[in-house]
C-alpha cells in the first residue's frame, strides 16, 4: 500500500471553458496528473453519457460522479477488491443516491402548475434548444437531455425561488444553482458522492489527500470534504461569493487557466 493523491473536479467553467468547452489551457496540468497516475475524477452536473463522452477525449478510466452527485459510476475491473453498489451494467458497478428522474419531473410539473410560465426544464424543450442554451453542438443537446437524476431548468421570475423550494421539499427535492441553470434534485449532492468514492478507494491505499476543484454553488458540497478545495474564477473574473471555507483556495485565474495553476502549484508541493 502507498499513498495517493486524488484529483475531483467540476467541468464547465472549472477544468472547461465556460464558452467553447476547451480544455486545452489545462493541459500542462492533465498530462502531469498522468505521468504521477493521479485519477482525475469528473464530478459534473452533466449526464453520464455526456461525461462519458468527455472521459473519452481525455483518455480518462476512472470512475465519475454524475448529475451533482445522483450517481457513482465505477468501472467493473477498477479495484481489486468487492465494494457496495446499487446495481451494476455491462461497464460500471452504480451507486446510486439521486431520485429517480420521472419522479422529478413530476415535482417539477406540480411547480409549473402553480406558476404557469416561470420555469422551463430540460424536459420540456427540445435537444436542440438545449444545445443552444449550453453553446454546444446538436448532437451533445441529445446526450444532455439524457437525464436519469437531475432536471436542469431556467426560472423566469427570481422572486419565485422560495415559493418554488418549499414545493420541492415538500416531494423530498431540493433547487440547488449551478454555472447556467438551476437544478431539480434529490437529496444527493456532490459532497456525499465524493466522500463515499473516497472512503471505498482509502481500502488500497495508506493514505489519500483529495483536491476538489469547481467554481459554482452545486460545487461547495465537493469542496467543504476535500482537502485542497480550489474555487476557480467564473467568466467575468469574479469568485462565487457565497462560497467561503477556512482552506479554501482561490484560482487567480478563469476556467482551465485557474484550473491548470492550481493543480500544478499543488503537485508542486504534494508530489
Request: net charge negative; charged share 30%.
Amino acid at each position: 500500500m502507498k499513498d495517493q493523491i486524488i484529483v475531483f473536479t467540476d467541468l464547465d467553467g472549472t477544468l472547461v471553458d465556460y464558452h467553447t468547452y476547451s480544455y486545452e489551457q489545462a493541459l500542462p496540468a492533465l498530462v502531469e496528473l498522468k505521468k504521477n497516475d493521479i485519477p482525475l475524477i469528473i464530478c459534473s452536473s452533466k449526464t453520464r453519457a455526456e461525461i462519458e463522452k468527455f472521459r473519452s477525449r481525455l483518455d480518462n478510466d476512472h470512475p465519475f460522479i454524475s448529475e451533482n452527485g445522483g450517481a457513482i459510476f465505477v468501472p467493473l475491473d477498477y479495484y481489486d477488491f468487492e465494494i457496495p453498489y446499487t446495481r451494476k451494467d455491462l461497464k460500471y458497478w452504480i451507486i446510486e443516491f439521486g431520485t429517480p428522474y420521472h419522479k422529478i419531473r413530476g415535482t417539477l410539473q406540480k411547480i409549473q402548475s402553480e406558476f404557469p410560465d416561470k420555469v422551463r426544464g430540460f424536459g420540456d424543450i427540445s435537444a436542440q434548444e438545449v444545445a443552444n442554451l449550453c453553446e454546444i453542438p446538436s448532437d451533445e443537446g441529445v446526450l444532455a437531455k439524457e437525464r436519469e437524476y437531475d432536471e436542469p431548468f431556467l426560472l423566469k421570475d427570481k422572486t419565485i425561488l422560495d415559493k418554488i423550494r418549499e414545493l420541492a421539499k415538500e416531494d423530498h427535492l431540493q433547487i440547488i444553482q449551478g454555472g447556467r441553470f438551476y437544478h431539480l434534485i434529490g437529496e444527493n449532492d456532490k459532497g456525499k458522492a465524493v466522500s463515499y468514492l473516497t472512503d471505498i478507494t482509502r481500502r488500497a491505499y495508506d493514505d489519500i489527500k483529495t483536491i476538489g476543484l469547481g467554481d459554482s454553488q452545486n460545487d461547495l458540497p465537493m469542496l467543504q470534504v476535500v482537502d485542497f478545495p480550489v474555487l476557480v474564477k467564473k467568466p467575468d473574473g469574479s469568485h462565487a461569493p457565497d462560497i467561503n471555507l477556512d482552506n479554501l483556495i482561490r484560482s487567480p485565474g478563469k476556467g482551465p487557466v485557474g484550473w491548470n495553476f492550481s493543480v500544478m502549484e499543488l503537485l508542486d508541493k504534494l508530489v
